[in-house]
């Protein structure tokens, strides 16, 4: 079976601090990918990843950057968090396309205060 | 921005019925999948099904696709408490590398 994790299930930051969220898959995946879900916007993908060093903006990527060194692990990283980046984070990946079933990690509750 | 569209927004029924939802989408595809979230929790992929498919079954799952109407429904069969949860249909719009979700669908099974 296909495992994502992700670093934290829930975490507490105070505005303006660096937030960093990791990701890992265990099935050698080529895509990995990070959304925000909100109540009442449902999922909306931040960034994607299709290869190591290679990334891509999805459709909300202002105030987030992303970081995969390693073809398992990939990062997102709140530079100066905000309370409007206070959100449900998941993180998932997919084998070869980036249409393709993706597997998700738990996901990590994040409250900027 | 969302291409699926998931109707009923909610559904309440009692253990042992049918849930039916359904997905409709606004361009051409070629897969559409349908996940489960339970509460606070990721999403699990439940079935894909691909353009030139019409229908397929996954256990108590079975999902339908119409292309000429650009829709999809997902039947669960004998509900069971345990599938409380939200359903999300995903689809890759035209023209775009990524996965659109719906805002989901929730379904609550009373024992």
């Known amino acids: 079976d296909v495992k994502v994790t992700q670093s934290s299930r829930y975490l507490v930051k105070r505005t303006g601090e660096k937030v960093f969220l990791e990701c890992v898959q265990d099935m050698d995946h080529e895509n990995m990918f990070w959304y925000r879900q909100d109540p009442g916007l449902g999922l909306r993908l931040i960034y994607f990843s299709y290869d190591v060093k290679m990334k891509e903006k999805g459709d909300i990527p202002e105030g987030y950057s992303v970081s995969r060194e390693k073809k398992e692990r990939f990062s997102l990283i709140l530079e100066s968090a905000s309370t409007n980046q206070t959100s449900m984070y998941l993180c998932?990946?997919?084998?070869?396309?980036?249409?393709?079933?993706?597997?998700f990690g738990p996901g990590t509750r994040l409250t900027v205060l | 921005s969302q291409q699926g569209e998931e109707d009923p927004q909610a559904l309440s029924i009692q253990e042992g019925e049918n849930a039916t939802m359904n997905c409709s989408y606004k361009?051409?595809?070629?897969?559409l999948q349908w996940y489960r979230q339970n509460s606070g929790r990721g999403l699990v992929h439940l079935i894909l099904?691909?353009?030139?498919?019409r229908e397929k079954h996954s256990g108590r799952l079975r999902v339908t696709l119409d292309t000429s109407k650009k829709s999809s429904s997902l039947l669960i069969t004998a509900s069971r408490a345990a599938d409380t949860a939200s359903y999300f249909c995903a689809t890759p719009p035209g023209g775009n590398n990524r996965l659109a979700f719906g805002k989901g669908n929730q379904v609550v099974v009373i024992p």
């Open positions: 099904i691909r353009s030139n498919e």
């Open positions: 998932a990946s997919s084998l070869s396309g980036i249409t393709d079933t993706q597997y």
């Open positions: 361009t051409s595809i070629n897969n």
